[in-house]
C-alpha cells in the first residue's frame, strides 16, 4: 500500500465514511455519533411519566375439577361440566374470542403407606380457560353463575385498560415535561442553558394497580346479591432516559 492509500484510509475511518461489503451482502455504514460542541456539558435525566384510567377490561381464570376412580370416566365427567360453563359464559354475553383455554390436565391420585409403594386410587381431571369480560359491571354476576353452573375454580380478576395508546402517551408527555424541568434546574443552577435534547431513549412501561379487587365468599351471600368487584383504577408509567447538552 503506498503512501496516498494509507491517507485516504486515514482519513476515511477519521470522519466515519468507510464502507464496508461482501460479495452477496449489502453495504453497511458505521453509524456518526451526534456531534458536542468542546464547551457542552451532558446532562442525562431519568424521568417516570405516569397516568391513571378507569379499567374497561377484566381477565380471570376459571375451571372444573372433578375426580373418578376411572381416568376416562375423570375426563368424561370434566368435559360435560367444562361444556355447561362455556355455554354459560356465551349465554352470559362473553364473546367466543374472549375465552382461551389454558390448559387440561389428568392426573393420578396416589395413596402413599410406610415401606410399600405408591398406590392410585383415582384421577384428577381439570380443564381451565381465560376469560376477558368487557362490561364491567357484570364481572361478578357472570362469576356466581360460573359457580352455579359447575365451575370450581376461579383465580383473579386482574384489570386493564384495552387501548392503551391515549394513556401511554399522556405518560411520555409527562415524563417529558418533568425531564425539561430538571435540565431547566441544573443548567440555571450552574449558570448555563439547555441547548437541545440529544437523545431519548424509552425503557419498559410497567403497570402499577391502585385498587386490588374485593371478592366475597359467593357461598355466603343472599341469592339475589351478586359477587362484589372493586375495579379501582389503573397507573400507567412510561420511563424515558433523556441526554440534554448544556452549555453557555
Do not use: C, W
Not at 442525562?44 to 372444573?64: E, I, L, M, W, Y
Not at 367444562?82 to 374472549?98: F, N, P, Q, R, W
Not at 381465560?130 to 360460573?146: A, E, Q, T
Amino acid at each position: 500500500m503506498n503512501a496516498f492509500h494509507k491517507l485516504s484510509l486515514a482519513v476515511a475511518l477519521a470522519t466515519g465514511a468507510l464502507t464496508m461489503s461482501t460479495a452477496g451482502s449489502a453495504s453497511a455504514q458505521t453509524t456518526v455519533a451526534p456531534q458536542i460542541a468542546a464547551d457542552s456539558t451532558l446532562l442525562t435525566v431519568n424521568a417516570t411519566g405516569k397516568t391513571s384510567r378507569q379499567p374497561d377490561v377484566a381477565n380471570f381464570s376459571t375451571g372444573v375439577v372433578t375426580r373418578n376412580a376411572d381416568a376416562n370416566a375423570a375426563m368424561r365427567a370434566n368435559a360435560e361440566l367444562m361444556a355447561k360453563v362455556i355455554a354459560a359464559l356465551k349465554k352470559e354475553g362473553v364473546a367466543a374470542k374472549d375465552i382461551q383455554t389454558s390448559g387440561i390436565n389428568l392426573n393420578p391420585d396416589y395413596t402413599y403407606r410406610d415401606n410399600q409403594p405408591p398406590v392410585i386410587n383415582g384421577y384428577n381431571a381439570s380443564n381451565t380457560v381465560n376469560v376477558k369480560v368487557r362490561d364491567m359491571s357484570r364481572i361478578g354476576k357472570i362469576m356466581d353463575v360460573l359457580v352455579a353452573n359447575g365451575a370450581n375454580q376461579i383465580n383473579g380478576p386482574s384489570f386493564a385498560i384495552d387501548d392503551e395508546t391515549s394513556a401511554l402517551n399522556e405518560a411520555r408527555k409527562d415524563a417529558l415535561k418533568q425531564a425539561q424541568a430538571r435540565a431547566q434546574l441544573y443548567a440555571q443552577t450552574l449558570g448555563l442553558n439547555v441547548r437541545r435534547i440529544v437523545s431519548i431513549d424509552e425503557g419498559n412501561s410497567p403497570r402499577v394497580f391502585y385498587a386490588r379487587p374485593t371478592m366475597a365468599d359467593a357461598r355466603a351471600m343472599g341469592k339475589a346479591e351478586s359477587t362484589p368487584i372493586e375495579t379501582g383504577e389503573t397507573a400507567v408509567e412510561v420511563a424515558l432516559n433523556i441526554v440534554f447538552e448544556l452549555g453557555r
